[in-house]
């Protein structure tokens, strides 16, 4: 039973990955807070509530990850449409986009993974939203010495950001499995 809840907490996880919905108003976190109940008291393998923890922080930080990724790709269409200019989407991204990144650089970083294989998770981690600041970075950086031609690389390293999901994903179901959450 345990399996089905986390199956379908993560399963609702990863359909909102592509999204910037706010999670705060869907069923999820009553899913997860009654999973979290379910492996506490269970203990399934020695230091299952310790991985399992930092599961789930770490799927909500690629959940952000992702949000952060997606506000990226609204005010880059938004200048590529010209709805807004080149100056206003770097003013957007420092003011907006990059502080948000920083601060979930911050957090991952601060994440202390308790096994090897939650390690690899925190390295992905650290890569991919060290990718994403680079993108942001450099978006800024080209648009202030009126070098345009970084949008297109940076779109690049924001869609390269988004190829990590595939391996995010299957790292954190081979934990789910080695675990039996």
């Not at 005010?75 to 709805?83: F, L, M, R, W």
């Amino acid at each position: 039973m345990k399996f089905v809840k986390f199956g379908i907490l993560l399963s609702l996880v990863f359909s909102l990955t592509a999204c910037s919905i706010s999670t705060d108003d869907l069923p999820i976190k009553e899913i997860t807070d009654t999973v979290t109940e379910s492996v506490s008291n269970s203990g399934i393998l020695e230091g299952a509530n310790e991985v399992f923890t930092y599961v789930q922080n770490t799927q909500e930080s690629f959940q952000e990850l992702m949000n952060i990724g997606g506000q990226w790709s609204e005010v880059y269409n938004a200048a590529s449409n010209g709805t807004i200019t080149n100056e206003e989407l770097a003013s957007r991204v420092t003011n907006e986009i990059l502080p948000l990144n920083e601060e979930l650089m911050t957090q991952i970083e601060n994440y202390v993974a308790p096994t090897d294989a939650t390690s690899k998770i925190n390295d992905l981690l650290v890569n991919a939203v060290s990718t994403q600041h680079d993108a942001l970075q450099e978006v800024v950086n080209g648009i202030q010495n009126g070098d345009y031609s970084v949008l297109n690389s940076a779109n690049q390293l924001m869609s390269d950001v988004q190829g990590f999901e595939g391996e995010f994903t299957k790292m954190i179901q081979n934990i789910i499995t080695e675990y039996g959450f």
